[in-house]
């Protein structure tokens, strides 16, 4: 009998490469997986899906991983308010783990002997699958054709061809990764330092002009409503959102990083709803949280959201952030107002029963309800102690 093996594909180039080398060269029996993040159309699965048993592959499985996906890692983001660099809403690498994951889980499910991906040995995506199989499937052998065998696009397309498939062989002029976390853009400009990419590179046009109020309501930090309407699983909300804010052309923008392997990268992303949502989710804390809650979560949620972007979205500690930051969101209720406009947007304010901006204790600059002159007399001598001693041992 032949040995299984497990294929992550996407129907690309790579993958398809990958499902014929495996089979023909190999003479594995191939078992291909996609995982659905958010990124595909039903009519699009069903394209790969074909695609798959087109080259001879044994069986093609999809897995729906969308809620998974917000539960197990989108809702952590929200809640730590996590833009790496302040920039970047994690869209891929975030997806990466969770697709990982699925896949491991998909090929101890079948019993598979290998399991192979179509990374290539330059960027980060081959960390992220090797480590998760190898944290979760450690006796099952990772096979990656593409990065050992250091293949170009064309001899990929004349081995296809060879075997009787057929591949466009014009390579788009931007790479595209769409996930429900959002999209990624990739082109010739992203190469470069000082370019920016051109109008028609997104893949939301802005067709949207003048400007909307909106209204998110977030229940213990989760977003569960827009305009008024509740929806049932946050994943829905954050798509409505997501049609409703890219045609303004909102959350464009081009990140710089320190890759896994050392080098700096740059990706373009368009992503209205994850930039919106953390903005508007950081607004409402702001007003329902301590000085001290909100430092610890800033530190927790950097540490958090740079290890889950290296892959290590399976080491115990990110348990134990989590459960933190699921602890922080008990008061984080309440309703946030934005308008969106074209290319940018505007938190205007909040409603919320937590809110500790409350005017029966005083208001800022104004007038206090809750204590005396005398006391903040003798306070800011307490409060200042410490270091007037400093000054005084330590003066010349």
Partial sequence: MKKKVVLAFSGGLDTSYCAIYLSKDLGLEVHSVIVDTGGFSQEELKNIEKRAYAMGIVSHHAVDSVKAYYDNCIKYLIYGNVLKNNTYPLSVSAER??????????????????????????????????????????????????????????????????????????????????????????GKETLTSHEMLPEEAWPTPVSKTGSEKVELEFEKGELIGLNGKEYHHPPEVIKALQELAQPYGIGRDIHVGDTIIGIKGRVGFEAAAPIIIIKAHHTLEKHTLTKWQ????????????????????????????????????????GKVFVELMPYRFQIIGIESKHDLMSAKFGSYGEMNNTWTGEDVKGFSKIFGNQVMIYHKVNQQ
């Avoid at 990929?156 to 057929?166: D, Q, R, S, T």
């Avoid at 931007?174 to 990739?186: A, E, F, L």
């Fill in 294 to 333: 909100l430092s610890w979560k800033d530190q927790l949620a950097t540490f958090y959201g740079n290890w889950l972007h290296e892959g290590q979205f399976h080491d115990p500690v990110m348990r134990n952030i989590e459960s933190f930051l699921l602890d922080t969101q008990k008061t984080v209720s």
């Fill in 97 to 186: 783990v969770t697709q990982a994951t699925a896949i491991a889980e998909y090929a101890k499910k079948i019993g598979a002997e290998y399991v192979a991906h179509g990374s290539t040995g330059a960027g980060n995506d081959q960390v992220r699958f090797d480590m998760i199989f190898n944290i979760l499937i450690p006796e099952v052998e990772i096979i990656t054709p593409i990065r050992d065998l250091k293949l170009s696009r064309e001899e990929e397309i004349n081995y296809l061809k060879k075997h009787g498939v057929e591949f466009n062989a014009e390579k788009a002029k931007y790479s595209i990764n769409k996930g429900i976390w959002g999209t990624s853009v990739g």
